[in-house]
């Protein structure tokens, strides 16, 4: 269900704005070989009367459950994106604005796979990291470093 906000109020006049909060769907996804469930995503979307046009100021925050790189357990990550952008016409392909109606769940389909890291870990897990002091370069590569001028 792709529910549209509308933007331009009747009797707006310039400098007026006005705030609204909205809850909304989305479907899970696949990436970085991971499936993802959206739990929750909300949007918050201030839009101000311009002379020339609108200013939106769009806010959204999601929280998706995945499974952590390190342990396979599942966990939660919390994502807040969104843009703050002058409108001067009735559409905006960007940001998903047609005729001054805004798809926001198109909106956050699009952002979410640029925002969502590509490695997700459960609190109190950490990538594993190269023990300090440790050979920088892997021991079976060291023939090779008479085969260069410069060596490793």
């Known amino acids: 269900m792709n529910e549209r906000i509308k933007l331009k109020r009747p009797g707006m006049d310039i400098g007026d704005s006005w705030e609204l909060l909205r809850t909304f769907e989305l479907s899970p996804f696949d990436l970085y070989g991971r499936h993802h469930e959206v739990e929750s995503a909300e949007a918050r979307v201030v839009v101000t009367r311009l002379a020339e046009g609108l200013h939106l100021d769009l806010e959204v925050e999601c929280r998706i ?3 952590c790189d390190r342990t396979l357990e599942p966990t939660d990550v ?3 994106f969104g843009d703050s952008e002058f409108l001067s016409g009735p559409n905006d392909p960007e940001l998903y604005v047609e005729d001054w109606e805004l798809d926001v769940a198109s909106y956050a389909e ?4 640029s925002e969502l890291p590509m490695q997700v ?3 109190g897990t950490k990538p594993v990291e190269q023990e ?3 050979d920088e370069i892997d021991p079976r590569w060291r023939g090779l470093g008479d085969l260069f001028a410069s060596g490793f």
Do not use: V
């Open 132 to 134: 300090p002091g440790g």
């Open 78 to 80: 919390s994502l807040s």
């Open 121 to 123: 870990f459960c609190p």
């Open 110 to 113: 699009e952002a979410i796979p």
């Open 65 to 67: 459950s995945t499974t």
